[in-house]
Nanobody, 117 residues
Framework: QVQLVESGGGSVQAGGSLRLSCTAS????????MNWYQQAPGKQRALVAG???????DYANPVKGRFTISRDNAKNTVHLQMNSLKPEDTAAYYC???????????WGQGTQVTVST
């Protein structure tokens, strides 16, 4: 059974930092591309950052230079370091794993990030 468990969300003032973590089980972690998505109330879920199984990273324009995604294959964990947070970063953040060979995507339950002024 696939499980993606996010942690590290919370409330922070603008300009602050948070580090999200997502630990996976039930998948071959090293084979999966890992992504973080955000979903604000009333908005569609949007890709924030991704890291391929080879370690190549990509970011949505609004978070470039502020967020950093990384992975630890030994611990089946992906992180999202979020710095210089803004109120518009407020959203639920979801971890996703995508196995491109098997074409299977899995989702975590999400963790809330709230940034206040």
């Amino acid at each position: 059974q696939v499980q993606l468990v996010e942690s590290g969300g919370g409330s922070v003032q603008a300009g602050g930092s948070l580090r999200l973590s997502c630990t996976a089980s039930g998948i071959i972690f090293r084979d999966n591309n890992m992504n973080w998505y955000q979903q604000a109330p009333g908005k569609q879920r949007a890709l924030v950052a991704g890291i391929t199984n080879g370690g190549v990273t990509d970011y949505a324009n609004p978070v470039k230079g502020r967020f950093t995604i990384s992975r630890d294959n030994a611990k089946n964990t992906v992180h999202l370091q979020m710095n210089s947070l803004k109120p518009e970063d407020t959203a639920a953040y979801y971890c996703s794993a995508y196995d491109s060979r098997r074409r299977i995507r899995s989702w975590g339950q999400g963790t809330q990030v709230t940034v206040s002024t």
